[in-house]
């Protein structure tokens, strides 16, 4: 049973027969059904965390279904509303639905019409339930905690983190490009003593052999060719705080010599003199390799390896924490939309779906990085609003086909046109009442192809 056939019903109708129909019908189909004769009694039974559909009749005393639509629309405008109608009231219907209901089914009507109505909109509802959950919960992450993430290993990196951030132990981190490693190494930072000193990062990839000596050792006037001023390097600059070295493996052999002294007695020689100076320090180092394997190790020194592996911590890659992913897509798409001053747009399935089945090689870069054009509405959607067109099966008569064809082809201009109605039935060059009755034919839903 998938999370829509589960979703709850609310049923209004005071024709008792029909009621006590319309309820099993959708029993039947799974859903879970609160029936209701008068409508006063079912809105005391809604509020803005209702989670499913509500399916009403028009005609009704007292509150009628279109006032019973309207104060649900005033209570939360994405809980999805049905409204059953008679042939006289299908001008009303169709304006309710400009004006937000989800869908007008006619009487009589097919007990498969109401159910897959009802499906495809308790679909939605729980879409919306869940992006609101989501946004919620990245809303509360705050900038002290950027490791969002609710997975166990998540959980335990983030203990892990705080029992050792404040011992100045030297850190080994493991991970894939873009998993967070100078997250894990700001929070070591951050969540120390050591706070107050300064956080130092260099990444020892981007640097040619002949530089990263001077911008890690620092160096005096006239040292080397082009050495005009007194600099101070990059480890004794992290004394009192925190050096960060990433992409260590990059790291040339010569360098990896000094630095194992640099580790082993806390003290930095400038190139260009004899001066020995103390540094007060902790040292994160950052792979994306595992130096323990020879293999991958290849030319980084072995007593290096041993000298920074007193702690190790290894980011699991977004693939193995699946879970965590939308949480941090509405993380990023959150920050992304303040920063570019405008709205989180809704967040279709086809994107949800996205987010589930791509593998994230560039991990939490690379979500980030499709967060923000998500929100700019640079990131091309799949078409998982509008069904794709299937084949014509060889045993179906012409009719059939014909059908078929003309829904795929209202549901694609439907699509183009991002639901809006005048748009569409330009492009159709149907009348409007045609248009509607098509749509209740397919059993097409007009909001669902709206941006």
Known sequence: MTDHDAAPVILIDDDSDLLKATAQTLELAGFSVSAFAVAAEALARLDAGFAGVVVSDIRMPEIDGLQLFDRVLRLDADIPVILVTGHGDIAVAVKAIKDGAYDFITKPFAADRLVQSVRRAAEKRRLVMENRALREAAGEAQDGLPLIGQTPAMERLRRMLRQIADTDVDVLVTGETGSGKEVVASLLHRWSRRARGNFVALNCGTLPETVIESELFGHEAGAFTGAQKKRIGRIEH???????????????????????????????????????????????????????????????????????????????????????????????????????????????????????????????????HFSERFVLGLEEETQAQSPAPVQPDAAMKLPERLERYEADIIRETLGRNEGDVRRTIEALGIPRKTFYDKLQRHGIVRSEFSR
């Open 238 to 368: 992290a004394s009192g705080g925190t050096l960060f070295l990433d992409e260590i493996e990059s790291m040339p052999v010569s360098t990896q010599v000094q630095m194992l002294r640099v580790l082993e007695m806390r003290e930095v020689t400038p190139l260009g003199t004899n001066e020995v100076r103390p540094v007060d320090l902790r040292v994160v180092a950052a792979a994306k390799v595992d130096l323990g394997d020879a293999r991958q190790r290849g030319s980084f020194r072995e007593d290096l390896y041993y000298r920074l592996n007193v702690v190790t911590i290894s980011i699991p890659p977004l693939r193995e924490r699946r879970d965590d992913i939308a949480l941090l897509f509405f993380y990023f798409a959150e920050r992304a939309a303040a920063r570019f001053r405008r709205p989180v747009p809704a967040v279709p399935a086809s994107v949800h779906r996205h987010l589930r089945e791509h593998d994230w090689p560039g991990n939490v870069r690379e979500l980030a």
